[in-house]
């Protein structure tokens, strides 16, 4: 089990057979659960990006102001980055030799 935890995110286990089945987890619980997990997901990463300019700020720290801003001139100013959600994919089995199909 734990070997599967590292290929694939908790929630997803917990609401796929067997466990699922063995655990009696309700289509409804596992909406919440997957609702829940994106939600902590998205604090996750805000809590990243406040940690990651932390650590910038600190060794930033480390230089004269003159190199400080020669590196701001360098990289720029931070920016946060906004992942696309992910598409559904439109791929269904049974298309030719691939196996697949748009």
Request: no cysteine; proline share 3%.
């Amino acid at each position: 089990m734990q070997r599967l935890l590292r290929r694939t995110s908790f929630v997803e286990i917990l609401t796929s057979d067997p466990v699922k089945t063995n655990l009696e987890i309700t289509d409804d619980q596992s909406a919440n659960l997957r609702t829940k997990e994106k939600e902590i997901e998205a604090e996750l990463q805000r809590e990243i990006a406040k940690l990651r300019e932390k650590a910038r700020e600190e060794l930033l720290s480390s230089l004269r102001p003159t190199q400080k801003e020669a590196v701001r001139k360098l990289f720029g100013e931070t920016y946060e980055f906004k992942a696309k959600p992910k598409a559904k994919s439109r791929m269904i089995k049974g298309g030719g030799k691939g196996g697949w199909k748009e």
